[in-house]
């Protein structure tokens, strides 16, 4: 487990119940730490992960703004310059879309227009994916556009462990931090540390060991990657699932050194494929000495060139599943690429 606790004992939580007990712990430790965005407070959230924090923790604390996106992360920023650390949910990380002038233009470089002498400690909460019939407008996958900015980490938990301790990390980051949260794992359940912990951001966790073929994964594709691998292993082939958990920064020497064992890559990720974190990755591994330990092209398996559609059918063709990473692996691994 890597992950820095101050108790042992654990609990089985789910993935919405672990971020919801990583913020009662921040503000209860932390009078600095507030929670804003659009129908957090009385409703709950979107998808109900701030339920009930307005009762325990009052409207001064945790704060409904208005619908607009734009004003209420401006509104974060400049909390955050004051010395607060606030935690901002996007209802949708479709739109944050709203919001570029104040993430991008404003929060990832005010430390440095200002010399390094101050911090935006701002974090930024993002239900992300596809897969419950919320359309093109409400389930894409962005983390890659916001991974392309300089001063922004970009993280994405997959477990309810994880879930907790990247965004008690985030809290600790003197920088803006973005958390990309699939809404299909809010109800996952696992096993969550008690009390305080963080969980690194910048380093990649290997969730199954394997000899054959490397895959990496983000965010819900670790799981569907984990599956594929335990088919690969009934057909003889041996499948290590890197999860990469941080998209900016990457973890390259977890990546490198599972290539320069497997000799094979195949790099699974929701976000559409091109210009994604499979081109950056694979970029990464031809660059480096890695490369000379590759048996068999790159795979990068990706999103569909097309936006989310409403049909469940279409939906689920549009991004990677468990049959299409098979399918991809298969042929690495029996060299049809």
């Known amino acids: 487990m890597d992950v820095t606790v101050q108790e042992t004992s654990t609990r089985t939580l789910s993935y919405s119940e672990a971020i919801r007990e990583a913020m009662v712990l921040a ?6 730490v507030i929670l804003m965005g659009e129908d957090i407070g009385v409703y ?3 998808f109900q992960v701030t339920l009930d924090l307005v009762d325990r923790f009052g409207p001064e604390r945790v704060m409904d703004t208005p619908i607009s996106e734009l004003g209420g992360a401006g509104v974060a920023v400049g909390a955050a310059l004051t010395g607060l650390k606030p935690i901002f949910e996007f209802q949708f990380s479709d739109f944050a879309t709203l919001a570029m002038e104040q993430i991008v233009n404003q929060a990832a470089k005010l430390r440095y227009m200002l010399g390094g002498e101050a911090s935006v400690p701002v974090v930024f909460r993002m239900p992300a994916g596809s897969g419950t019939g919320a359309a093109a407008q409400h389930s894409q996958s962005l983390e890659a556009w916001f991974g392309h900015v300089p001063g922004l980490k970009v993280i994405q938990p997959s477990t309810p462990e994880d879930a907790k301790g990247m965004l008690l990390a985030a809290l600790a980051d003197p920088d803006p931090v973005l958390v990309f949260e699939h809404k299909l794992l809010y109800k996952m359940k696992g096993e969550v540390p008690a009390g305080h912990y963080t969980t690194p951001i910048g380093k ?8 054959d073929l490397t895959i990496v994964a983000a965010s819900i594709m670790v799981h569907r990657a984990i599956e594929a691998a335990e088919q690969l292993a ?4 041996s499948a290590e699932v890197i999860d990469l958990r941080s998209i900016r920064p990457i973890d390259h020497e977890t990546i490198l050194a599972s290539v320069r064992k497997t000799g094979r890559l195949l ?4 976000g559409v494929k091109s210009y994604g974190i499979g081109a950056e990755i694979s ?7 890695a490369f000379d330990f590759l048996d068999a092209p790159i795979l990068r398996l990706g999103g ?5 559609p409403y049909n469940p059918d279409l939906e689920r063709a549009a991004v ?10 298969r042929r690495l691994a029996n060299r049809e690429v």
């Open 27 to 32: 503000m209860e430790t932390d009078p600095t």
């Open 44 to 46: 709950g959230g979107a």
């Open 204 to 211: 990649a966790a290997i969730r199954r060991a394997g000899s």
């Open 234 to 237: 009934t057909e003889g082939v």
């Open 267 to 270: 790099i699974v990720y929701e």
């Open 283 to 289: 970029a990464m591994v031809a660059e480096s000495d």
């Open 304 to 308: 569909a060139e097309a936006p989310i």
């Open 320 to 329: 990677p599943q468990v049959d299409s990473i098979l399918a991809a692996a």
